[in-house]
């Protein structure tokens, strides 16, 4: 799965659509696009990963560029990356 390169408030919910219809499959999402990531969207996939995790399945983040990197810390978000050895 390829991440837009604005995630913004408008893309929430098609994202949380995306994830949701791949929901207990492994999935590889990749992040080099990124160029603004907002914090609802951040919380999807924050929740998403808890969700894959509860599953037992993975859940990747690949690629991330420095955008959604910085994004992710500037917010506290660091168990998205860490937990997927990223950071």
């Known amino acids: 799965m390829q991440?837009?390169?604005?995630l913004d408030l408008a893309a929430a919910k098609p994202?949380?659509?995306?994830?949701v219809a791949t929901r207990a499959q492994p999935i590889e999402?990749?992040?080099?696009n990124?160029?603004?990531l907002g914090g609802l969207c951040l919380q999807v996939l924050?929740?998403?990963r808890r969700a894959w995790q509860a599953d037992g399945v993975a859940?990747?983040?690949a690629n991330p560029s420095q955008a959604f990197t910085d994004a992710v810390r500037l917010m506290s978000g660091e168990e998205l990356m860490v937990a997927e050895?990223?950071?």
């Open 85 to 87: 050895g990223c950071a």
């Open 46 to 48: 924050l929740a998403a």
């Open 34 to 36: 990124v160029e603004r």
């Open 3 to 6: 991440l837009a390169s604005n």
């Open 59 to 61: 859940f990747v983040i």
């Open 29 to 32: 999402i990749d992040a080099s």
């Open 15 to 19: 994202l949380w659509t995306e994830l």
